[in-house]
Each structure stands twice: as C-alpha cells, then as structure tokens.
C-alpha cells in the first residue's frame, strides 16, 4: 500500500463529544492513515475507542495507527507511531509482523530517520513545521530538511505540527508524502468542513 496522502490525528479533548462523527467525516473524505492519539491512562476507554476506530476504517479502507503503545496495536492487530522515548523499534516490528505500519519521530534530525530505517519504520516523521495548538511545545523544524531527508532516505516521508490547508502545499511540494494533521482538520465548525478539508488536503497530492 502506498503511504501517500492525508494522516489524520485524533485528538481526544478537541474531539470531545463529537468523536466518531468527526473520524467519519474526515473518513468520507479520504483518509491515507488514521492515527488514534490519546494521552490518558484510562485504558478502558483507550481501549472501547480503538476498537471502534478499527471497525470504522475497515469499513473505509483505511489504515488505523496506535499512538504510542505498541501493545494495544498488537490487540488490534493495526500499525503504531513511536517517538523517540516510545520504545524501541526492532522489537515493534518483531511483535507486529513485517506488514504492520510502523512509524517513528525524527524531530528535525536525518541521523534518527536513518536510524529507524535500518530498525524498520514504514516512514518517518519530521516536525514540527509551523505553531501547534495541539503540541506548542515540539522542536521546530525547517522546509530545507525535507530536502536533505529526500536525497537521503528510501521510505515515505511524513510532516507534522501546525499543518493547515493554508500552509502545507510547500511541504508536498518538498517531497513530503504524508500530511499529519489534527487541528488544521479537526478544528473545523462542522463535520461537513471536517469532510470538505480531507478533501482539499488530498487535492494537494494531485497536482
Ligand atoms: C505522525 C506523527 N508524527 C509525530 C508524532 C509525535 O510523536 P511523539 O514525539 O511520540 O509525541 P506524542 O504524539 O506521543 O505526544 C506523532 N504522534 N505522529
Ligand atoms: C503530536 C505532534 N507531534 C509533533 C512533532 O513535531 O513531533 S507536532 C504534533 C501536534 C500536531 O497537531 P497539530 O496538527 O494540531 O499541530
Ligand atoms: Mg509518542
């Protein structure tokens, strides 16, 4: 499958009370990869989402990514996204098969995307490329990267932080193949907008 396209990022206190529909919309208008990101310890409910997000990509044809935790990625049989301090890649890979999608945070270093390369990430991704609401806090990181990182790599290339339809045509046009994106998406008023920006970020893969 290629990893090309729109990955949507849920986020759990921006979705609140509107959670599947929100999924569903951004779904309806194309979606490469679904990440489910929460930041809770409360694994019940961790849990009873996740499941519900498998169900709603089979139906859609889309892959479903586990933030963080390789375990329940495992359960669910579906791919994770690892930053650097998640766990160690090797043995992801070794527990989820050599199918599994399996992603890995490069901040804003070549040295850590070849690193995770060689231990078997699916892509890498780097960030943050604008202000972020949902991560204020990450290591920004330039457009000259993205450069670098084509020459150099030999997987898909992902971008993250602060990404909004208003921004990220320069990223694609830099060669990256994923848009990582939870507010410039799940921010929007109603889920008719939420569908019409998964729309238009995938139109930005096209020209
Ligand atoms: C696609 C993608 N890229 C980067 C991240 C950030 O991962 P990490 O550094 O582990 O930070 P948290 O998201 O866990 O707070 C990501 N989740 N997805
Ligand atoms: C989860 C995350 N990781 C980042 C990194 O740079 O590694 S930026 C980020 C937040 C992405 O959300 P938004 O699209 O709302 O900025
Ligand atoms: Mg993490």
Known sequence: MKLRGLYAITDSELLAGKF?????????????????RDKSNDEARRLREAEALRDLCERYKTQLIINDDAELAARLNVGVHLGQTDGPLSPTRALLGSKAIIGSTCHAQIALAEQAAKEGASYVAFGRFFNSNTKPGAPSCSLDLLDDAKRTLHLPICAIGGISLDNAAPLVAHGVDLLAVVHGLFGAESTAEVTRRARAFNELFKS
């Not at 919309?25 to 990869?33: K, N």
């Open 20 to 36: 599947l529909s929100y999924v569903e919309a951004a779904l309806e208008g194309g979606v490469t990869l679904l990440q489910y």
